[in-house]
């Protein structure tokens, strides 16, 4: 079964915290992204990665970190410095991007995420 | 900053009527692409217009591309309750997309 999962569905946590969720993907995708949905809003744009071993930040990076280790995987961090981290976090991937060709993203099931 | 909007913001309709939503933008884009949100999950893919194309089909689903007022519609045909979600239009310029706030679509029985 080929796609993209996230884990875990829902994650609590306590301010002050650093949470890690995840994303792997099987579809041998180059580009993944992390995306953030707060209630009745598109989603943004928090990080991106083109290839192993770099990424870019989106338009909210600020309170967030990434990595991409290994192609399949590319986990993000939410960290104590995010003001306002309770939010549904949704993570996808592209065959690859070019700079003149936006392709088509395939999306994971996300994981809500609940901080007090 | 958000580079579709959708309108209408909520859309009710019968089912087997037609429903149409359009999504306006700001700068040059390389195509577009619609998305549905079923309630509390992930996006999926429906449709990608380039921007050299001024109408796409698949299935029920009919999408316009107008690049000279930046804006797009979705028209879904012969709607079904299962359609219920909500809908995005995202624009690609670059490497990235820049999703609007989306158009929630409820279709009775």
């Known amino acids: 079964d080929g796609g993209i999962t996230q884990s875990p569905k829902y994650l609590f946590r306590k301010e002050g915290q650093n949470v890690t969720l995840s994303c792997e993907q099987n579809l041998n995708h180059d580009a993944m992204y992390w995306y953030r949905q707060d209630p009745g809003q598109g989603l943004r744009l928090i990080y991106y990665?083109?290839?192993?071993?770099?990424?870019q930040k989106g338009d909210i990076a600020e309170g967030y970190s990434v990595s991409r280790e290994k192609k399949e995987s590319f986990p993000l961090t939410v960290t104590s410095a995010q003001k306002n981290p309770t939010a549904f976090y949704l993570c996808?991937?592209?065959?690859?991007?070019?700079?003149?060709?936006?392709?088509?993203?395939?999306f994971g099931p996300g994981t809500r995420l609940t901080v007090t | 900053s958000q580079q579709g909007e959708e309108d209408p913001q909520a859309l009710s309709i019968q089912e087997g009527e037609n429903a149409t939503m359009n999504c306006s933008y700001k700068?040059?884009?390389?195509?577009l692409q619609w998305y549905r949100q079923n309630s509390g999950r992930g996006l999926v893919h429906l449709i990608l217009?380039?921007?050299?194309?001024r109408e796409k089909h698949s299935g029920r689903l009919r999408v316009t591309l107008d690049t000279s007022k930046k804006s797009s519609s979705l028209l879904i045909t012969a709607s079904r309750a299962a359609d219920t979600a909500s809908y995005f239009c995202a624009t690609g310029r670059g490497s990235t997309l820049t999703f609007g706030k989306g158009t929630m679509l409820l279709v009775s029985p």
């Open positions: 996808a991937s592209s065959p690859w991007t070019s700079g003149h060709i936006t392709y088509e993203q395939y």
């Open positions: 990665s083109q290839i192993v071993n770099d990424f």
């Open positions: 700068t040059s884009i390389n195509n």
């Open positions: 217009i380039r921007s050299n194309e």
